[in-house]
């Protein structure tokens, strides 16, 4: 069983950075997949970023160029670097871990262990 706890969020202008973090416990395999997803109210939740465990990156296309996840296995943790916030950002991010799938994916289903978000709001 994997535990996730993000911390990080906050507000911020547009144009802002935040850093957030994910702190994992439990029994975590060495290849298991690492992601950020985000829902914004009245949306669905959508795959921000994901990472395995050589360092492979994807990433939405609405943020490539702004956010930057990354992971330390050795402190079992998980970050996503955000520059250049816009408005649209604004949501709760989740934190997810999962090994059910060998390709790297920002598919919800791929993931099985979930944080309990952190709020990220971004005002104009």
């Known amino acids: 069983q994997v535990h996730l706890v993000e911390s990080g969020g906050g507000s911020v202008q547009s144009g802002g950075s935040l850093r957030l973090s994910c702190t994992v416990s439990?029994?975590?395999?060495?290849?298991?997949?690492m992601a950020w997803f985000r829902q914004a109210p009245g949306k669905e939740r959508e795959g921000v970023a994901a990472?395995?465990?050589?360092?492979?990156?994807k990433y939405l296309d609405s943020v490539k160029g702004r956010f930057t996840i990354s992971r330390d296995n050795a402190l079992n943790s998980l970050y996503l670097q955000m520059n250049s916030l816009y408005p649209e950002d604004t949501a709760m991010y989740y934190c997810?871990?999962?090994?059910?799938?060998?390709?790297?994916?920002?598919?919800?289903?791929?993931?099985?262990?979930w944080g309990q978000g952190t709020q990220v709001t971004v005002s104009s």
């Open positions: 439990g029994y975590v395999p060495n290849t298991i997949h």
């Open positions: 990472i395995d465990s050589d360092g492979t990156t």
């Open positions: 997810a871990a999962g090994d059910a799938v060998p390709i790297l994916t920002l598919i919800e289903p791929d993931y099985s262990s």
